[in-house]
């Protein structure tokens, strides 16, 4: 069964930084594709960014970038999304993704 288990959320004063972290299992995560999304309060869900399985690369919407870094332990089979210099608008439940599958997610909440 194919789990994924976000945390790290909470509530942030503008300008901080929140690490939210993965735990994912029962697929081969160092060979995945990872992804983080969001949802704002009362919109959609959002790509926020994508890690890939080799050579370290990832991509970032562009509301994020310079802010956001994205990483992963494929030895914990864990992704992890530091998130520094926060705005309110990026407030929202965070998700960890593979595939179509997300887990529960993790609030973010700007003060």
Known sequence: ??????????????????RLSCVASGFDFSRSVMSWVRQPPGKDL???????????????????KGRFTVSRDNAENTLYLQMNSLKFEDTAVYYCKWGTIRGQGTQVTEL
């Open 1 to 18: 069964e194919v789990q994924l288990v976000e945390s790290g959320g909470g509530l942030v004063q503008p300008g901080g930084s929140l």
């Open 46 to 64: 959002e790509w926020v960014s994508s890690m890939y399985a080799t050579a370290n690369s990832a991509s970032y919407v562009d509301s994020v």
